[in-house]
Every structure is written in C-alpha cells, then in structure tokens.
C-alpha cells in the first residue's frame, strides 16, 4: 500500500465532501429521516457518493465502511471508513461546526487499525492528517495535545448518543464533571472533538456511545499528536465504543468521578 497516495486521496475526498456542505450552508436542507435525537439529511448521501467516487478512482478495490451505507464487502485486508458530515444536527441548524471524516483501516490479528486519518472543518477551513508511525498535523503544521495534568485546569467535552439510555447513562456523570473540571463543552461533533483534544484546544473526550466512523480518523490523529485514546467496545457487535480521549494526562481522574467503573486498566 502507498500511503503517501492513500493519504492524498483520502485528503482529495474529504475537502470535495466539505466544498459540496459549504455550497449548501445556507440552502434549505431535505430530511430523510428524524428521531428525537437524531437527523438524517439527503445531503449526508451526497457528500458520501462524492467521497467513494474519489476513493474508488483511485483504489478501486478497497471497500468503505460508512454512515450511510457500506460498499462492498468491509471485511477484507483494507477498507476506507467515512462519515461524511460528522455534526450533521449542527449543520442541519445552521451552527458552523461539523466535519468530514475519512481514514483507511488495515486488518490486523485482533481485528482492524487506523493507518490513515483525515478530517476536514470546511467552515475553519482546518485540515487533520496523521498516518500511521508520523506526526499529527494541521493544515500541515505539527500538533501535540496539551500537557494540563490538573483536572480543575481542564476543558473537557462530551456528548449524547442517539438515544435514551445514552442520556440516561451520562447525565449524572455530567453533574459531577461540571464541579471538578474548569468548563464542560459540548460540541457536537466527535471527529472535532478528537481533533481539537489532539490539539490541545480540549484536554479530555468522553462518550458513552459513539460509531466507528465518528473515531477512526480522529484516535489515530490523537494518539500521533502525544494523546490518548482509549476504547471499550460495546455489545452486540455493531461498531460502536465507549470513549474516553484524553491528553494522556487526565483519564485516571476522569475515572474517579464514576463513569466508565469497568473500563479501568
């Protein structure tokens, strides 16, 4: 595999995928489908066919594991994972914070790992890159997380999941994070969150259910930039984690406030 081809590809793809959501910022957005916590936007498809078409013109034989519908079969030696609006609720309300997602996954004994990551704010216009045994980088410049070890010091970030029993799980959680860190974020997007941890804008990321398209570009982008990121899959076999991102500094005192009791090391 040429990564360095990978890697300009998979750059290619991700600022087509932003270039096409800032054509239709402020144009009226098609819902295709809506729950309480979530939204679905006929824009996401679209950005997602643009993304494949770039990837698959170059590598035409590696699958996508993707939000809105995998290509082929996503089990072989490579595959491409890709969320193409990560934020979309934040897009869809015209809040201008939300990303393209795209990294290239090698199958390994204990299953797959990241080689690739991309992500791509097209509002900041800021670009994340990191491959596999390289540094971090935006917009070509070198990132290292931040080096805060005092919990009351830290901007920390979090969020909810699609669903109820999310809700439900984090809530207490938030209370207690509120009084021992120095402001709680919630931003709405995983991949920026991850980002902006690996670039030390945030000190820690915590969710209790985020999907594999959310995280396969942004952990390898944050372990590359000095950070932490630290998984525990979930049941039921579906891609998806808790999550516990951090600047390799603070995930102990994240853990002493109650959440996530059984992930400890």
Same mark, same amino acid.
């Given at each position: 595999m040429n990564l360095k081809r990978a890697l300009a590809?998979?750059?290619v793809a !991700?600022? !087509?995928?932003g270039a096409l959501m800032r054509k239709n910022w402020r144009s009226p957005k098609k819902v295709n489908a809506a729950s309480q916590y979530d939204i679905k936007l006929d824009l996401d498809v679209r950005c997602q066919w643009l993304i494949e078409s770039k990837l698959r013109a170059a590598?035409?034989?590696?699958?996508m594991l993707a939000e809105e519908g995998d290509s082929g079969d996503v089990n072989l030696e490579y595959r491409w994972v890709v969320d193409p609006i990560d934020g979309t609720i934040n897009f869809a309300y015209g809040i201008p914070h939300a990303g393209v997602c795209v990294a290239?996954? $090698?199958?390994v004994k204990k299953g797959y790992e990241t080689i690739i990551g991309v992500i791509y704010d097209p509002f900041a216009d800021e670009l994340w890159t990191a491959v596999k045994g390289g540094p971090a980088r935006l917009n070509g410049r070198i990132?290292?997380?931040s080096n805060r070890r005092n919990?009351?010091?830290c901007l920390v970030t979090t969020g909810f999941a699609k669903s109820k029993k999310s809700v439900d799980e984090m809530m207490p959680f938030l209370g207690k994070l509120a009084y021992s860190v120095r402001k709680v974020r919630m931003l709405g997007s995983a991949a920026l969150a991850l980002t902006y941890v690996a670039?030390? $804008?945030l000190d820690a990321y915590i969710e209790s259910r985020v999907s594999l398209w959310d995280i396969a570009a942004g952990g390898l982008i944050l372990e590359?930039?000095?950070g932490e990121f630290w998984l525990q899959p979930l049941p039921g076999g579906d891609n998806t984690f808790r999550l516990i991102a951090n600047n390799g500094h603070i995930r102990k005192p994240l853990q002493k406030l109650g959440l996530f009791r059984k992930m400890a090391a």
């Amino acid at each position: 595999m040429n990564l360095k081809r990978a890697l300009a590809t998979a750059v290619v793809a !991700a600022k !087509a995928s932003g270039a096409l959501m800032r054509k239709n910022w402020r144009s009226p957005k098609k819902v295709n489908a809506a729950s309480q916590y979530d939204i679905k936007l006929d824009l996401d498809v679209r950005c997602q066919w643009l993304i494949e078409s770039k990837l698959r013109a170059a590598f035409p034989h590696i699958n996508m594991l993707a939000e809105e519908g995998d290509s082929g079969d996503v089990n072989l030696e490579y595959r491409w994972v890709v969320d193409p609006i990560d934020g979309t609720i934040n897009f869809a309300y015209g809040i201008p914070h939300a990303g393209v997602c795209v990294a290239l996954q $090698r199958r390994v004994k204990k299953g797959y790992e990241t080689i690739i990551g991309v992500i791509y704010d097209p509002f900041a216009d800021e670009l994340w890159t990191a491959v596999k045994g390289g540094p971090a980088r935006l917009n070509g410049r070198i990132v290292r997380v931040s080096n805060r070890r005092n919990l009351g010091e830290c901007l920390v970030t979090t969020g909810f999941a699609k669903s109820k029993k999310s809700v439900d799980e984090m809530m207490p959680f938030l209370g207690k994070l509120a009084y021992s860190v120095r402001k709680v974020r919630m931003l709405g997007s995983a991949a920026l969150a991850l980002t902006y941890v690996a670039t030390g $804008r945030l000190d820690a990321y915590i969710e209790s259910r985020v999907s594999l398209w959310d995280i396969a570009a942004g952990g390898l982008i944050l372990e590359r930039a000095g950070g932490e990121f630290w998984l525990q899959p979930l049941p039921g076999g579906d891609n998806t984690f808790r999550l516990i991102a951090n600047n390799g500094h603070i995930r102990k005192p994240l853990q002493k406030l109650g959440l996530f009791r059984k992930m400890a090391a």
